[in-house]
């Protein structure tokens, strides 16, 4: 099943998550987009969306405070063993409409088949 599955959200750094030079924390933007890499596949599970079983984390550059960075998490692949989310982090750059990659990271989402919706009609 080829399904992709896009969602965007804005994230503002602030002075609670980044260091005394105003440097943006790794692991403040880890905790925030490992719960956004769980909106697009939401609508697969009954109840509590289980534990990532893998992933994959890198920083390409620092983001500072007040910078206003987006998250973008798209479902990118679903088979039998679970779901892929893969996770982009941009910024705008100043002086033209390109966007600055953060970092990325990729998550597994295993399928546990007591979480997951299966569509059942009545006999």
Same mark, same amino acid.
């Given at each position: 099943?080829?399904?992709?599955?896009?969602?965007?959200?804005?994230?503002?750094?602030?002075?609670?998550?980044?260091?005394?030079?105003?440097?943006?924390?790794?692991?403040?933007?880890?905790?925030?987009?490992? *719960?956004?890499?769980?909106?697009?596949? +939401?609508?697969?599970?009954?109840?509590?969306?289980?534990? !990532?079983?893998?992933? %994959?984390? $890198?920083?390409?550059?620092?983001?500072?405070?007040?910078?206003?960075? *987006?998250?973008?998490?798209?479902?990118? +692949?679903?088979?039998?063993?679970?779901?892929?989310?893969? !996770?982009?982090?941009? %910024?705008? $750059?100043?002086?033209?409409?390109?966007?600055?990659?953060?970092?990325?990271?990729?998550?597994?989402?295993?399928?546990?088949?007591?979480?997951?919706?299966?569509?059942?009609?009545?006999?």
């Amino acid at each position: 099943m080829k399904t992709h599955i896009n969602t965007n959200v804005p994230f503002l750094v602030t002075k609670d998550i980044s260091n005394a030079n105003g440097f943006l924390l790794p692991h403040a933007l880890y905790e925030k987009i490992k *719960t956004v890499a769980t909106y697009p596949i +939401k609508e697969f599970y009954l109840q509590d969306i289980p534990d !990532i079983g893998d992933f %994959k984390f $890198k920083m390409y550059k620092n983001a500072f405070l007040n910078d206003k960075l *987006t998250i973008q998490a798209q479902l990118v +692949k679903q088979d039998k063993d679970g779901y892929w989310v893969n !996770i982009t982090v941009t %910024k705008a $750059k100043n002086t033209t409409n390109h966007q600055e990659r953060i970092c990325s990271a990729l998550f597994d989402f295993p399928l546990e088949s007591k979480y997951y919706k299966t569509n059942r009609t009545a006999c």
